[in-house]
């Protein structure tokens, strides 16, 4: 079967991976999917540091044609949005963390670059009262 | 305002931390450059804070505690008074409550500000995996499928306005121009009263 180049966006990061369209589903060269994601496949499953998620009740989700990326998606608690024509699809965030901590009311952090490049994280300014403002020019 | 507030409170311990939700650093450049401010002023073309703080709409403003805690959930709020007449919400007692809480730790709150940070709901999720597709396939000059994406995420997450006006100037849109007045009567139409009350609203 052959491969397409496909990009997949996280974090506002585009990689690239090979592709394969196993019927409606589609699937990214495995190694180099979970390598963008921060994740390896060991025995137990698929593992991040401590943390790993068993995937043996899912034989179909990684394949030796690669990972379906929707169903990777699903176990990783992330939202996928793909245009299969561009061959692109965007991954969204791990928003599990976010949400545990917005319900306990904890700023989720963010790092994020000023008009001259340099970054500033919210982290940083623990023990300040910190008045985030969003706005926009729009 | 924010850059005179910093001056009147900076030394007691408090730092505003504002981010433009702006398609480039440029788009922000010359309201950031008359500013001038002092603290953080920072750039997000990726919408990481609205994601992460699940934010439909600017201007958005939340209090954070010493210890990283969110204590005033997200507003609506203006440094001034300048286009008060349009969305209703007075700068003056918002300044106050911010200068009480820096002074005497109170935190002073109005029926605009709801009891907590609503978490995104999955579809508002996809919505922001499609708005992150659009605007890839936007910058990559594939604008005829970065509208249908914007369009999917405005489906998803009608209400949220970082992903609906937000992509107007992306698309060569104007943010005040006709889409605008189509999106705000499409809001309005679904029961939505005025921008200041609309994170209070979303609870319900």
Request: glycine share 8%; charged share 25%.
């Amino acid at each position: 079967m052959g491969t397409t180049p496909f990009t997949l966006i996280d974090k506002g990061q585009p990689h690239r991976i090979d592709s394969t369209n196993e019927g409606s589903t589609l699937r990214l060269a495995t190694k180099p999917l979970l390598e963008a994601l921060g994740w390896t496949q060991k025995t137990e499953g698929l593992c991040r540091g401590d943390v790993c998620i068993p995937i043996a009740s899912q034989p179909d989700l990684i394949t030796q044609q690669g990972a379906d990326l929707l169903a990777l998606g699903g176990v990783l608690g992330r939202k996928v949005a793909v245009d299969r024509e561009a061959s692109t699809a965007s991954i969204g965030e791990e928003t599990a963390v976010n949400r545990a901590q917005l319900a306990q009311g904890i700023a989720p952090d963010f790092t994020l670059p000023d008009l001259s490049g340099k970054e500033y994280s919210l982290s940083s300014y623990r023990g300040k009262k910190v008045l985030l403002i969003a706005y926009a020019s729009w | 305002m924010w850059q005179a507030l910093y001056e009147e409170l900076g030394d007691k311990g408090f730092v505003p931390i504002s981010v433009a939700l702006d398609e480039s650093p440029d788009a922000a450049r010359p309201y950031i450059e008359k500013a001038n401010p002092q603290h953080p002023s920072l750039i997000d073309t990726e919408h990481v804070v609205a994601h992460r703080y699940g934010l439909i709409n600017v201007p958005a403003v939340i209090w954070i505690d010493e210890a990283g805690k969110i204590v005033r959930p997200s507003t609506a709020e203006y440094g001034t008074d300048q286009f008060v007449q349009f969305h209703g919400r007075e700068s003056g007692p918002f300044l106050d409550a911010v200068r009480a809480w820096v002074n005497t730790g109170e935190v002073r709150t109005d029926e605009a500000v709801p009891s907590h940070m609503p978490a995104p709901t999955d579809d508002e999720e996809v919505a922001r995996a499609e708005w992150a597709l659009a605007w890839f396939l936007h910058q990559q000059g594939k604008t005829e499928a970065a509208a249908q994406h914007f369009a999917r995420a405005g489906e998803l997450s009608p209400d949220d306005w970082t992903i609906r006006r937000g992509s107007m100037p992306i698309q060569g849109q104007n943010p005040m121009g006709p889409e605008f007045f189509e999106l705000f009567k499409d809001w309005e139409a679904r029961g939505k009263t005025t921008h200041a009350t609309m994170a209070a609203e979303r609870e319900n």
